[in-house]
């Protein structure tokens, strides 16, 4: 093996190759030829750096040179699927990393001893969610995994399901991940093909339809420990329930003794105009799984929040992980919570989001011939076109790209747009004009 490296940023060089002197097409062809084919990012255009907190510095080919590359300014309306709730490079965020790693000089430590940060990290996580107990994890699909866990164990200590008999209900069209319990619970034929077998006692029932969820209770009501699901679906295209659906939920699984556990990772951090999306419906779940923007960005952080005699079933030995709630995670994720807070960022998503969906009613009326429905709350939201060959959301999200616009379509016809909350209202009216421009030229 010879491996050589230096240097950093542009001037990191690999093996001779600078990366700063990579064109977007050679950058493309080492992930193809290097990489796994698990995702397939937009063509011809790498981010190079971060202008602001909602603007990315991305580098495409220079049509007068392909040896070469320019750089242009791109408004980020992803946000790395929720993420970066609190804006790229967050000034508070960033400072309290430096100040940390600098003078605390504490950057990771073992859980089987205990660090300071790790009681800061439970006493605003715990504040912020008005739960009993959290655990920390690391990626958001850890969260649901431990919420899984956790659900069964409920199941037989506490309403003593019989063993390996119990049942984790979830909705049609979830997403929580792509771990093999996560894909054992998805409908998704792309996300599941040839990873099987799956792990058992797993069922679902349409997302959104409270007979059928009434009627899997009568049946299966003992062996059921929860009902997992999101509270609105991101993945699946910004679905959003009835107004009433989660209070009849919840009543359903006081009724018949079944955990509510909901999957907040997309949906948390203030995205859908308040903390959590759950609190717009007035419920409150007894577990429920947060990521993304926990991290501010930053760093990958998750946890899973909830009742004291659910989260309480742990034991020693039966849950850990490396890096959940280490010290420099810990000191992050605090300050991700201070910045929510501080800077209101579930009020300006509402105000902006309210801003965004009158455009995209108003979009509706100009073409009602191509946008066949809008959806969302706060700032996650999505338009989708009615499905015909043309109104292709790849297609849409390449020309939003060629516009100063990052989005990405989802199922074919659909294309979310979930900008960071601190955007503001000049480039809601911008994002917004970008999109009336590419769809009126479909």
């Known amino acids: 093996m010879s491996l050589n490296v230096h240097g950093y940023g542009d001037d990191l060089t690999i093996n001779g190759i600078r990366i700063g002197d990579l064109t977007p097409k050679e950058h493309e062809d080492i992930e193809k030829s290097k990489g796994g084919q698990n995702y397939s990012p937009l063509k011809d255009v790498i981010v190079s750096h971060v202008q602001d907190s909602s603007t990315l510095i991305c580098r495409k080919p220079n049509k007068n040179d392909i040896s070469s590359y320019i750089e242009e300014e791109i408004l980020d309306g992803l946000c790395c699927y929720s993420a970066v709730n609190q804006g790229q490079l967050n000034k508070t965020i960033v400072d309290a990393v430096v100040e940390h790693l600098t003078k605390e000089k504490l950057p990771t430590v073992p859980r089987s001893i205990r660090h300071k940060y790790m009681s800061a990290f439970l006493l605003a996580v715990t504040s912020l969610t008005g739960m009993d107990r959290v655990v920390p994890k690391v990626a958001g699909v850890e969260s649901w995994e431990l919420t899984f866990k956790l659900c069964r164990r409920w199941g037989y200590q506490v309403k003593k399901i019989p063993q390996n008999k119990a049942i984790i209900l979830g909705a049609t069209g979830n997403f929580h991940g792509r771990s093999v319990s996560a894909i054992s619970m998805s409908d998704d034929p792309d996300a599941r093909k040839d990873f099987g077998p799956f792990v058992p006692g797993i069922e679902l029932v349409p997302f959104n339809n409270i007979e059928a969820l009434k009627q899997k209770f009568e049946e299966k009501g003992d062996l059921i420990a929860a009902y997992s699901v999101e509270p609105i679906q991101g993945e699946a295209g910004v679905i959003v329930p009835d107004e009433n659906y989660w209070k009849e939920v919840r009543a359903l699984c006081d009724q018949y ?186």
């Not at 300050?335 to 501080?342: F, G, H, R, W």
């Not at 999505?382 to 390449?398: P, Q, R, Y």
């Open 257 to 442: 003794n079944i955990l509510l556990a909901m999957d907040e990772v997309q949906t948390g951090f203030g995205r859908t105009g308040e903390n959590f999306a759950h609190q717009l419906y007035g419920v409150k779940p007894d577990l429920m799984g947060c990521g993304k923007a926990a991290g501010g960005g930053i760093l990958p952080v998750s946890f899973v929040a909830g009742r004291d005699d659910v989260i309480g079933t742990l034991t020693p030995g039966s849950e850990g992980s490396t890096f959940g709630g280490y010290p420099l995670a810990s000191v992050v994720a605090v300050y991700a919570i201070k910045v929510l807070v501080e800077q209101k960022l579930a009020e300006n998503a509402r105000i902006r989001g309210s801003q965004l969906l009158q455009h995209f009613d108003d979009l509706k009326s100009e073409f009602p011939d191509k946008i066949k429905e809008i959806r969302g709350k706060g700032l996650l939201t999505a338009f989708e076109m009615h499905n015909e060959k043309k109104l292709d959301g790849h297609i849409v999200s390449m020309e939003l790209m060629n516009k100063g616009v990052y989005a990405k379509e989802t199922h074919h016809s659909t294309v979310r747009i979930a900008p960071a909350l601190t955007i503001e209202s000049w480039q809601i009216d911008d994002l917004a004009e970008a999109i009336r421009d590419v769809v009126k030229n479909l």
